[in-house]
């Protein structure tokens, strides 16, 4: 199972014929340079390519207008002045005798791409192509598109396919309010969409994009808007909206096929977006979509214009979706005040609608949309201030470093007489342990009497995170008689000297979990029914669910409002994932909870199961190689009581750890 890529030079073969400062910035290279930094960075061999197809007549009417289609379908015949004129109905748009053939092309494209996933050709994949498509409408072109590829591969897929639930999600930095209008009172499709707003007076200036625009009759709840009110928004902000908005929805929704309005104007040294996200932020934005719809995901190019950054935003999008580590995201230090109000009053505008936002807190008193539009005069003034900082804007990043994939993806600890999972790579040699560590060892397991076995066991262990250190092994699955113990020995004698900083999860009841650490070296999230004494230190973390990890939706919620930001933020080089036995976790939940930890510390995972729980190490093998995890079905409602203890539970560590912080 790969990952598709589609594009086509033909793409490139329309361009701005006249003067319009509104439009110049949409040009051919934008294409080039993306489809050339994949081959140059070797990329796009390892994608499976897929021929692109124009989409025919009845396929563009899924979502436009018979008399908009018919109008657009002369424009290769007009001359040059009728294109201008033409162009004058729509807004920042422009025609060119090739651009109905492109559009056409884009729209194929990206239904080629639906029909290789929904196929199970690939696994997913990317489309890149021109003209974009979020902002075409019904019946009018709009903001650089003319049909909408999105929109179209939705209502395409439904009905070609019987999708039932299709997620969009829209990270270009302008609002798609052509895809908003498509599906504004359809439940069936879920548009999210995060955008440059500025309290309204940023393009397309409409009423419609802010967060209270929460979808029409049965779609009510079905689309959500995060406005942006200040420029310069960082990948901290980024990802506490996926965190606290989008994923609990997402997770809820439970899509069957993921669309990307795959935008990259929202990177750093955009000129529209005017923000400051680096590229790698879409290695983690991909990342996060990855376990939802079994893996199915589409992406399709929209904006993006500054031409280094798209490149490389494309390069990280690609690799992610082909399966390599991510890289690490370093000086997470939470959502900027702005941010946090956007968050906020889009968790509360949507909290009558999903049970995992039920428990968001009220917005501030203040409410952010009836802050300023600007009237026309100021607009004015505002416009030549900013073309004058856009001049000044010399805006420079690094290059994201690059992600190297270790030869050995999973190997195993095993005793031996389990067998290894297909695909791991057995560790059954290990050297000497020094004499030092060995009488740690024994010394820890007086009680338990370490025997030649125990020794063997941990040298092998020692021996496994010896290679994920220097990145020769991605991850790892370890089979211990006592995994509590073996926890102990992992985080105070193996790692210790090796690794900087542990992320301990710990799935199920522990009791001396609390002795492990306060010095910054290991955070440990323990998720459990285990009622939590008073907290001890920042970096002790538990969180008590009333049924325990068996309660899948709990969990979900305990995993993406709280795990994920605290991951990020603290930001560790080694995951040590420990299943308690009996901890009552649901297999697809364990698989989506190692497949999202995989964001973490460049991938490297250790996983820690009880000898007695070989029944779930085929699942856990399957996450640890990459495979999706299965979605969360049927998710029951919360238990409100658990909802208000997570809820409780961040703001108490909201002053420890800004990535958790939704309120302001
Ligand atoms: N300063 C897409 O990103 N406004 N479209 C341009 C120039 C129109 C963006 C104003 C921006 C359209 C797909
Ligand atoms: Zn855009």
């Not at 289609?69 to 005798?97: I, R």
């Not at 000129?271 to 719809?293: K, R, S, V, W, Y």
């Not at 005069?377 to 030549?384: F, G, L």
Request: net charge negative; with cysteine; aromatic share 8%.
């Amino acid at each position: 199972m790969g990952t598709a890529l589609l594009y086509d030079e033909e793409m490139t073969k329309y361009k701005l014929l006249w003067v319009d400062p509104a439009c110049k910035i949409e040009v051919p290279e934008r294409l080039i340079v993306s489809y050339e930094a994949l081959v140059r960075s070797g990329l796009s061999d390892r994608c499976i390519s897929i021929p692109a197809r124009e989409a025919s007549d009845s396929e563009i009417l899924l979502v436009h207008s018979e008399l908009y289609l018919e109008a657009v379908k002369k424009t290769p015949y007009m001359t040059l002045e009728d294109l201008k004129e033409f162009t004058l109905q729509f807004g920042d748009v422009y025609f060119h005798p090739n651009i109905y053939h492109c559009a056409k092309l884009a729209s194929g494209s990206a239904l080629q791409l639906v029909d290789s996933v929904m196929t199970g050709k690939v696994r997913n994949g990317i489309a890149l192509v021109r003209p974009p498509g979020h902002h075409s409408m019904h019946g009018a072109a709009n903001g650089f598109c003319v049909f909408n590829n999105v929109a179209i591969a939705a209502r395409y897929a439904k009905q070609k396919y019987g999708v039932k639930r299709v997620l969009i999600v829209d990270w270009d930095i302008h609002h798609g309010q052509g895809v908003q209008y498509c599906f504004e009172d359809d439940p069936s499709v879920l548009y999210f969409s995060w955008h440059r707003y500025e309290h309204q007076n940023f393009w397309p200036n409409l009423r419609e994009s802010d967060y209270d625009s929460v979808g029409k009759e049965s779609g009510a709840g079905f689309n959500i808007n995060v406005p942006w009110n200040n420029v310069g928004m960082e990948n901290s902000d980024y990802l506490s909206v996926f965190c606290h908005v989008l994923l609990p929805v997402a997770y809820e929704f439970c899509p069957d096929l993921v669309l990307v309005c795959a935008g990259f104007d929202s990177a750093i040294g955009d000129p529209e977006g005017e923000m400051c996200a680096t590229p790698d932020i879409f290695a983690h934005l991909t990342h996060l979509l990855m376990n939802l719809a079994g893996g199915k995901l589409c992406a399709v190019l929209e904006g993006g214009y500054n031409l280094t950054s798209l490149a490389q935003s494309v390069c990280q999008t690609v690799q992610t979706l082909l399966g390599d580590p991510l890289p690490q995201l370093a000086n997470l230090r939470g959502p900027c005040k702005s941010a946090i109000e956007s968050l906020q009053c889009a968790r509360s505008a949507h909290r009558r609608y999903w049970s995992f936002l039920k428990h968001a807190a009220d917005p501030p008193m203040t409410d952010i949309s009836t802050k300023h539009v600007k009237s026309a005069m100021e607009e004015e003034e505002k416009t030549e201030m900013a073309e004058e900082e856009r001049c000044t804007e010399g805006k420079v990043w690094p290059e994201p470093p690059e992600r190297l994939c270790p030869p050995v993806c999973s190997a195993s600890v095993l005793p031996d007489d389990v067998a290894c999972p297909d695909g791991l790579k057995r560790l059954s040699s290990s050297k000497d342990l020094e004499p030092l560590l060995v009488s740690k060892l024994k010394n820890r397991f007086r009680t338990a009497a370490v025997d030649g076995d125990g020794v063997t066991t941990f040298s092998r262990l020692y021996t496994l995170i010896e290679k994920l250190v220097v990145n020769e092994i991605r991850n790892g699955l370890v089979l211990v008689p006592d995994v509590a113990a073996a926890m102990m020995c992992v985080v105070q004698d193996l790692t210790s000297d090796l690794v900087k900083r542990v992320l301990v999860v710990c799935v199920g009841k522990e009791k001396e979990l609390d002795y492990i650490t306060t010095d910054g070296k290991v955070l440990v999230v323990q998720i459990s029914s285990e009622d939590s004494e008073e907290q001890r230190s920042k970096y002790y973390i538990p969180v008590c669910l009333k049924k325990g990890c068996s309660d899948t939706s709990g969990f979900i919620q305990a995993v993406l409002g709280l795990l994920l930001p605290l991951g990020y933020e603290y930001n560790p080089d080694l995951v040590l994932l420990v299943r308690m036995p009996g901890s009552g976790v649901v297999d697809s939940m364990w698989q989506q909870l190692i497949g999202l930890l995989q964001g973490f510390a460049k991938g490297h995972t250790l996983v820690l199961m009880q000898v007695n729980e070989k029944a779930c190490m085929g699942s856990t093998a399957s996450a640890l190689l990459g495979h999706p995890a299965p979605p969360l079905q049927d998710l029951q409602t919360p238990f409100p009581e658990d909802g208000d203890a997570l809820e409780r539970l961040r703001e108490r560590l909201q002053a420890d750890w800004k990535m958790l912080q939704t309120t302001s």
